[in-house]
């Protein structure tokens, strides 16, 4: 799999970019590289140098949740931790809009993952303005204070608060889901038709659909600005699961093998007592 074919690496236009692209026995291949991740976790834990934010976006039904479970599944317990970002709360309405996402930041050796993003702040709320209000701005007054010129700068404004992150050691990886909107509805269906799914459908899911291509192109916007060597954006296809979890697995994994994670060793002083240490323990 080229998983450079996903990468954007240049302006992208979603419409013309396929959201379906079956790989054969992708869970197959996902068994064996997700263990391979969860192996150079554990030696980027050991190492201490690093840590990773895996970020994921995408329309509802896209598939975040199982992809999580899924991907994730061999890691050791204290070595991923992962935050749902829902409607903001009082306290973080109170702060900046990064702040709510700083403070989850994982700390070297760890692996974050956040579902659902800081990447919110630029589409949910452009395509729903009235949201910005809630964070009481002072320049923003009305909703025409709201916008491409706000927007792209808050877009300014993660770029920044990325690049910090990864000069410090942050490795940074952001997934777009990319569900057609036919697939989209016959998981809505799925949800209405199963009784055991029902819980997962929200009325709120169908007048959000009704936004479809303001969201498109909100997401495509923000992509294309956001997409840095340091923090790249990939556009994964997920009308089919198996194969969007495939290629998210397989992609983290490619790009943690590039730092070359190592062990460290022990002081020479505590090595050269190896023999004595065992003979003690032996002796017991």
Partial sequence: M???KYKVT???ELHKIPTQEPIADAEKKLKKVRKKIADLQN???AEGKYSALICLQGMDTSGKDSLIREVFKQFNARGVEVHSFKVPTELELSHDFLWRHYIALPAKGKVGVFNRTHYENVLVTRVHPEYIFSENIPSVKSLEDLNDEFYHDRMDRINQFEKHLATNGMIILKFFLHLSKDEQKNRLLRRLNIPEKNWKFSAGDLKERKLW???????E????RTSTEHAPWFV??????PTARFIVANTIFEEFKKYNFQEPILEPKLMSKIDE???QLNNE
């Fill in 2 to 4: 080229d998983k450079h």
């Fill in 10 to 12: 240049q302006p992208v």
């Fill in 43 to 45: 030696t980027m834990y």
């Fill in 213 to 219: 291509e303001e969201y498109q192109k909100c997401y």
């Fill in 221 to 224: 916007d923000a992509i294309n």
């Fill in 236 to 241: 994964v296809p997920a009308d089919d699961k």
């Fill in 277 to 279: 240490f065992k003979a």
